[in-house]
C-alpha cells in the first residue's frame, strides 16, 4: 500500500488503481451540531486509520472558521497548500487534488485537504456542488479510505452537504442535551435528496461525561450506535491545537476504545 510521505500521494503509476478498501465503506463523513466534537473525532479516526498502516484522506470541509491551523502546528505539515483552490477550478482532477494535499511529516499514510489560516469562502469564487462531487469522486481513486469532517451549518456549506449525501457512511454526532437534538432536527429536513439514507447513518452520543448515564442518553438521544465519552487530555489537545497527539491517560481509554469500534463497524479496520 502506498506510503503518502516516502512514496509521494500519487507516485503510483497511471495504471495502477488504488488499493481496494477492506469492506464496501469508503468514504464516511462526520457531522453534527455545533460542538459536538466533529472534528476532534475525525482527526482519530484518521490517525487511528494511518496508525493501521492504511491510506486515509481528510477532507476538512469548514470554511468558515478553517480547521487545519486548529487540529495540528503548522511546523508538523509539510507544506500549505488549500481546499479552495481545488474548488476553484472549473473542473477537479486527480493532479489538481495532488498539488493540494498537505502532508503530515510524523504521520507517513495520511494526507489533508483543508482551508490556510486566514482563508474563508469568500477568499475564491463561488464554487457548485458539481465541483463538490468531483473532489469527493477524485478523492475515492486517491485513497481507499476517506474521511469527511463536514460542517454544522449545511444550509450554506455546499461541500459538507454534498458530503453528507455522497458519502457510504455517515457518523452523525449529537451532545446529550436538547439543544443539540433540535439543532440536527431543524437540519435534517434540508438533506431531501435520494441519495440521503437513513440506512447509512450511525447516531453517536458524543463527549458523554460520566454524569450522563445511559439511561440519561436514552432519554434524550434515543437509541445510538455508539457512544463516545468525554476525555480531559482530548480537551487538552483540541485546546492546544495538537489533535494528533497519542491519547495516553487513562481517562481517555473509553475514547480510544470507541474509536476503534466506530472504525471496525465502518471500514473493517
Known amino acids: 500500500m502506498l506510503n503518502f510521505i516516502k512514496t509521494g500521494i500519487f507516485s503510483r503509476q497511471t495504471e495502477e488503481l488504488a488499493p481496494e478498501p477492506e469492506s464496501k465503506n469508503q468514504v464516511l463523513a462526520v457531522w453534527g451540531s455545533p460542538g459536538s466534537g466533529k472534528t476532534t473525532v475525525s482527526v482519530k479516526l484518521a490517525k487511528h486509520l494511518a496508525d493501521q498502516k492504511k491510506n486515509v484522506a481528510l477532507l476538512l470541509c469548514d470554511m468558515t472558521a478553517p480547521m487545519l491551523p486548529c487540529i495540528c502546528p503548522p ?16 473542473h477537479v482532477t486527480d493532479s489538481l487534488i495532488q498539488n493540494n494535499c498537505v502532508v503530515h511529516k510524523k504521520i507517513s499514510h495520511l494526507t489533508l485537504i483543508g482551508m490556510r489560516k486566514g482563508e474563508n469562502e469568500y477568499t475564491y469564487p463561488p464554487y457548485s456542488a458539481a465541483q463538490a462531487s468531483e473532489l469527493i469522486d477524485h478523492l475515492r481513486d486517491i485513497a481507499p479510505y476517506v474521511v469527511i469532517d463536514c460542517g454544522s ?6 461541500l459538507s452537504a454534498v458530503s453528507l449525501m455522497a458519502a457510504d457512511s455517515v457518523l452523525r454526532l449529537v451532545n446529550c442535551d436538547l439543544k443539540s437534538v433540535s439543532y440536527l ?20 452520543a458524543s463527549n458523554v461525561k460520566s454524569s450522563e448515564a445511559s439511561e440519561h442518553v436514552e432519554q434524550v438521544l434515543g437509541s445510538v450506535a455508539f457512544q463516545i465519552p468525554h476525555s480531559d487530555e482530548l480537551f487538552n489537545q483540541a485546546l492546544a491545537g495538537d489533535l494528533f497527539q497519542e491519547l495516553c491517560l487513562k ?9 476503534k469500534k466506530i472504525s471496525m463497524e465502518v471500514f473493517g479496520v
Open 75 to 90: 511546523s508538523d505539515l509539510e507544506c500549505e497548500k488549500s481546499l479552495g483552490s481545488i474548488l476553484a477550478a472549473t
Open 153 to 158: 451549518y449545511i444550509a450554506n456549506d455546499i
Open 185 to 204: 432536527s431543524s437540519q435534517l429536513p434540508l438533506l431531501k435528496d435520494k441519495k440521503w439514507d437513513a440506512d447509512k447513518q450511525y447516531k453517536a
Open 251 to 259: 481517562d481517555s481509554r473509553g475514547f480510544r476504545k470507541e474509536i
